[in-house]
């Protein structure tokens, strides 16, 4: 069970590049999301989804789009990327079912790092 | 929108005694999710410890607990009989789950840094 894993785990871009941030998990969660962690300022959402086919906006969406055309992933690109963008950049899915009472929890990828110039 | 504040940017415990770690949210919802999730220098997030509004019981994991006060929206967690592994920084988390279905986003205060002496 491989739980939530990311690509790549470092990378270097210089301003105005694009590039994609890879997801996946295989535990069948519906609910998928991306976090970017800046020193002082702890997770902030970006962008999640709940579903195939439906995504929304977290706190910072601007500069990020995502897509979710099947449960498993659920890539985060960046278009042209800006030194503001430099940030580590989580994963986290789980089992939130709509209208479920329970504890829902979510599972990290282990992060991306990323530096733009 | 929700708020959570942890007052303490960093905490330092001597090994095998007890520390206790402070949260505050800002919610008008009565149905939420708290969390504790600790993150070591490996970067990886694990889940510390979870509390479900409607329950009055604190929840407890092994050596940590947590102080659930819902009038006061405080969310502390205790660890006891600190060991050097418990060394990382803590996040203390808000999850909002109302009626409306899609609101499951994870709101996390900035981190306390734990610091454990030998």
């Known amino acids: 069970n491989a739980g939530v894993t990311q690509t790549p785990k470092f990378q270097v871009l210089k301003t105005g590049q694009s590039m994609t941030l890879q997801c996946a998990q295989d535990m069948n969660h519906e609910y998928m999301s991306w976090y970017r962690q800046d020193p002082g300022m702890g997770l902030r959402l970006i962008h999640y989804s709940v579903g195939a086919g439906i995504t929304d906006q977290g706190e910072v969406p601007n500069g990020y789009n995502v897509s979710r055309s099947t449960t498993e992933d659920f890539p985060l690109r960046l278009l042209s990327a800006a030194p503001s963008q430099t940030s580590v950049y989580f994963c986290?899915?789980?089992?939130f079912g709509l209208g479920v009472r329970g504890a829902n929890v979510l599972t990290f990828g282990a992060g991306s790092r990323l530096t733009v110039l | 929108a929700q708020t959570v504040t942890q007052s303490q940017p960093e905490m330092s415990v001597q090994e095998a005694e007890t520390v206790t770690l402070s949260c505050t949210y800002d919610t008008s919802e009565s149905d939420y999710y708290l969390f504790w999730y600790k993150q070591p220098p490996s970067r990886q997030m694990i889940l510390v410890i979870r509390q479900e509004a409607y329950k009055q019981q604190n929840a407890t994991e092994n050596r940590f607990s947590v102080n659930f006060q819902k009038a006061a929206k405080s969310f502390s967690l205790k660890i006891s009989d600190s060991q050097l592994g418990d060394a990382a920084m803590y996040f203390c988390a808000y999850q909002t789950q109302n009626s409306g279905g899609s609101n499951y986003k994870l709101t996390f205060g900035k981190g306390t840094l734990l610091t454990v002496n030998p």
């Open positions: 986290a899915s789980g089992l």
